[in-house]
């Protein structure tokens, strides 16, 4: 994937990695602390830091302000950008093919008629 | 007449790309040629291209392997989309491939591919748009419906994306 600085594209590659996918559906039952997410993956606290910070800066989740326990949440926003930006794609074609449609039936009618 | 989204491609072969992308597959009354100069001559194209209500400004329109359309969208609502494709196959009047973004350098938000198939006289378009990545889709259908607020989203995505297998 192209690295980009465009959301969308941010959110995505976030979520290519399937560690950072699990950890969301790990938070998507509640928060967390760093510790409690790295102890099912069998992976330091380093290693799952780091895949925290790429998650955090695509907006997928959130950290608490305390210092001691700073517990992660999980943050839906970005997710529902990318199904919509599906949704509108699918818009777009099946409203361009309801006009298409209408556009090719006058084009061959204007041919009959010119050649009539 | 109905357009079908689908999964995995219905009408259409399989692909390595199948788990990622949105089909829109539509039977037209035209012959194959006119239907193909419809998505690729600039005359065409502006009298149906876009959602209703909207009308397309072509700025540039080269449609070859490599060419470039350039052209803007003007919603109803006022608002200007531009948005700039890159040609990847060109195949009158049986296949048009292209990468679609918003402008030079950008990367494209989806690929999308269309075959145009003869059904005896008409014409079946098969636009296959893939989706940036695979991961992303099965993650937000699958993984993701125990969100609360989120849980509506992903059906509709559900309902817009192949399930797997």
């Known amino acids: 994937m192209q690295q980009s600085t465009d959301p969308l594209s941010v959110t995505l590659s976030a979520l290519a990695d399937p560690t950072r996918r699990a950890i969301l559906a790990r938070l998507a039952s509640g928060e967390a602390s760093v510790k409690e997410l790295a102890e099912p993956f069998a992976m330091s606290g380093p290693a799952i830091s780091k895949h925290l910070k790429v998650l955090e800066r695509a907006g997928l989740i959130t950290r608490g302000r305390n210092a001691q326990w700073r517990p992660c949440r999980l943050e839906a926003g970005p997710l529902r950008d990318v199904a919509d930006l599906v949704e509108r794609y699918r818009r777009f074609w099946d409203e361009s093919f309801d006009r298409l449609d209408a ?7 204007k041919q009959k008629e010119s050649e009539g | 007449m109905t ?11 399989p ?35 876009g959602p209703r209500g909207f009308t397309t400004t072509t700025h540039e329109m080269d449609v070859r392997p490599g060419g470039v359309w350039r ?27 292209w990468a679609h973004g918003t402008a030079p350098g950008e ?9 145009f198939e003869d059904e005896g006289g008409r014409t079946r378009v098969t636009l296959r748009s893939v989706f940036p990545t695979a991961a992303a889709r099965d993650y937000v259908v699958r993984e993701h419906g125990a969100i609360e607020g989120a849980r509506d989203t992903l059906e509709r ?3 817009h994306l192949a399930s797997p297998g």
Do not use: K
């Open chain 1, 103 to 109: 556009y090719l039936a006058d084009v061959q009618r």
């Open chain 2, 3 to 13: 357009t079908e989204s689908t999964a995995t491609g219905t009408a259409a072969a």
């Open chain 2, 15 to 49: 692909s390595d790309t199948a788990d990622r992308e949105v089909v829109t597959t539509r039977v037209f009354d035209a012959p194959r040629e006119l239907v193909f100069d419809a998505f690729t001559d600039s005359a065409h194209v502006s009298g149906w291209w």
């Open chain 2, 71 to 97: 052209h803007i969208m003007h919603g109803p609502d006022g608002t200007d989309y531009p948005n700039y494709i890159v040609y990847r196959e060109v195949v009158r009047p049986e296949r048009l491939s």
């Open chain 2, 107 to 115: 990367p494209a938000s989806f690929d999308a591919t269309v075959t």
């Open chain 2, 157 to 159: 995505l559900a309902e």
